[in-house]
């Protein structure tokens, strides 16, 4: 299985958040490989300077073959409060709409999720630890029964 992780890294704790995901795709047997827009952003350098609109370009085309190529999104969901990051959300939009599954993390439980994003999510869980060790072979759901809005 080939993943595609989907989540915010602007700030230190989404950062933090986003790395330890990474390392329970890293230690999951079931995972092949995994795609992590925030490792490809820093280690491979696009060719336009950052924040123009050719790199936005360079950006956007690699992370929508990265998509297309994957079996299964992972979603990080928490954002800033009750919110989903646009980029993230963009990404769910348009994983459900290639039919792949949607593993969606949502660790600050407390807040409410989106109601797009509950309703599209395969697999909902509150814990990273569960990434490690879910069978991406069979996918297992498990829906989203918590507050929305």
Do not use: C
């Not at 079931?30 to 992590?36: A, C, E, L, P």
């Amino acid at each position: 299985m080939r993943i595609y992780l989907a989540g915010p890294f602007f700030s230190p704790e989404q950062i933090a958040r986003i790395e330890k995901v990474e390392a329970a795709l890293r230690q999951n047997p079931t995972v092949d490989s995994f795609f992590s827009p925030r490792q490809s952003d820093e280690n491979d350098a696009p060719s336009a300077e950052v924040g123009s609109p050719a790199w936005a370009k360079q950006i956007f085309a690699k992370d929508v073959a990265e998509i297309d190529q994957a079996d299964a999104l992972v979603v990080v969901a928490d954002y800033v409060h009750a919110n989903v990051d646009s980029g993230t959300a963009f990404e769910v939009g348009y994983g459900y709409h290639a039919h792949k599954p949607l593993i969606i993390l949502q660790e600050l439980a407390d807040e409410p999720l989106n109601l797009m994003i509950g309703q599209a999510a395969h697999y909902y869980t509150q814990s990273i630890a569960s990434l490690a060790t879910y069978d991406f072979t069979t996918l297992p759901s498990n829906e989203f029964t918590g507050k929305t809005f």
